[in-house]
């Protein structure tokens, strides 16, 4: 930001940042840096299998007697005065605070916070229940040309979802043009 005079903008995972982010950060606001930092809380360190990480709730692993550090916490502590915690599913919410911190003057961070969709399935904590698409739906593909959910497939040249793939985030649902996008119900 320095050298461009334009926002940076960064991303960093939840794991990552433990471990070699928090340097970084301080830097940026030591130096006074035009700087946006994205963390991706997603509860665990996903991308090596599933491994806890100094941020999560190791009650998720029956486990107990270990501390938790909230990223939120060391965020602040280090001085930065911009800080917002997002739920990424909820879109619009999430863009009205993306929009906010890049036009913030200095270090800004925003947390998303949303369990790993395979971690939350294998604790049996679903997001949702499944969506399905419905009557409504004009076949714009939307769906799936914007948003490539692996859910999503084409059968009879009508988009469909496939709900046992289904995490029920509900981002389809936001982005849909008719609103064709519906949660399975309960069967009673």
Do not use: W
Not at 54 to 73: A, S
Not at 93 to 101: G, H, T, V
Not at 142 to 149: D, F, G, T
Request: proline letters at 5%; hydrophobic letters at 40%; charged letters at 20%.
């Amino acid at each position: 930001s320095k050298v461009t005079d334009k926002k940076v903008i960064s991303f960093i995972g939840d794991s990552t940042f433990f471990h070699s982010g928090i340097p970084g950060l301080i830097n940026a606001v030591f130096n006074n840096h035009n700087f946006t930092l994205v963390i991706l809380d997603n509860g665990i360190t996903a991308m090596t299998g599933h491994q806890p990480n100094p941020g999560v709730d190791m009650g998720n692993f029956n486990l107990t007697g270990y501390g938790r550090v909230m990223i939120e916490d060391v965020v602040k502590a280090v001085g930065v005065s911009h800080v917002t915690v997002i739920k990424p599913y909820r879109i619009k919410k999430s863009i009205e605070a993306i929009k906010e911190a890049l036009n913030f003057k200095g270090v800004s961070v925003i947390i998303s916070k949303e369990m790993c969709t395979l971690y939350s399935k294998s604790l049996k904590k679903p997001m949702g229940k499944p969506f399905y698409i419905s009557d409504k739906c004009k076949n714009h593909r939307v769906c799936v040309n914007e948003l490539a959910c692996p859910a999503f497939f084409i059968k009879d040249n009508r988009v469909n979802i496939d709900p046992v793939l289904c995490a029920g985030c509900a981002v389809c649902a936001q982005i849909c043009p008719e609103n064709a996008i519906l949660p399975i119900k309960d069967k009673k």
